[in-house]
């Protein structure tokens, strides 16, 4: 192939020769232009190690600390959502323990609040009023409430059967 097939496959200006004058050196953009006319080309698979290969120096090794990062904050990671877990889970048994000892403290306090009102329902109604060593009173307030519903019965009854205007019985549960 001849300088002039070469030039017609790739319309490239020739190049300024070395006496030229300042005049006739390319300018950066004609440069850029050219050198953007001309093809790309790929080199083969392999070609920079088989380059360096050839010159003695060593092909260029991936570092390995990316990787060991990598692993390492992927350890932390693992560690930490499986401490996370089990602090969790610990969480919830003690949770799960006071509700137990709060709903045995409620069965305990209803059991005793329970008993406490068979007791008062059981009770009669009495107030001892402490007098001196020769006499004690006792006041039955059970008795009492039966005198007073009576004695507004009666009162209602002197008024004209009007209920409306008698005055209320004492209640046994006020006292």
Request: charged share 25%.
């Amino acid at each position: 192939m001849t300088d002039h097939e070469t030039s017609t496959l790739h319309p490239v200006p020739d190049p300024p020769s070395p006496a030229a004058s300042s005049s006739d050196v390319l300018s950066d953009d004609v440069l850029d232009t050219m050198l953007g006319a001309l093809p790309r080309e790929r080199a083969r698979d392999g070609f920079t190690a088989a380059v360096l290969a050839r010159s003695g120096v060593a092909a260029p090794q991936r570092a390995r600390w990316p990787m060991a990062l990598a692993a390492a904050a992927l350890l932390l990671l693992v560690v930490g959502l499986g401490w996370r877990e089990m602090e969790l889970a610990r969480q919830q048994r003690a949770t799960e323990a006071r509700i137990t000892a709060l709903r045995a403290e409620y069965d305990a306090l209803a059991r005793e609040l329970a008993a406490t009102r068979r007791l008062a329902e059981s009770a009669r109604p009495v107030v001892y009023l402490r007098g001196d060593e020769a006499m004690e009173f006792h006041l039955d307030l059970a008795a009492l409430a039966r005198r007073q519903r009576a004695l507004d019965l009666r009162a209602a009854q002197a008024v004209g059967s009007d209920a409306s205007r008698a005055v209320p019985a004492l209640d046994q549960r006020s006292y």
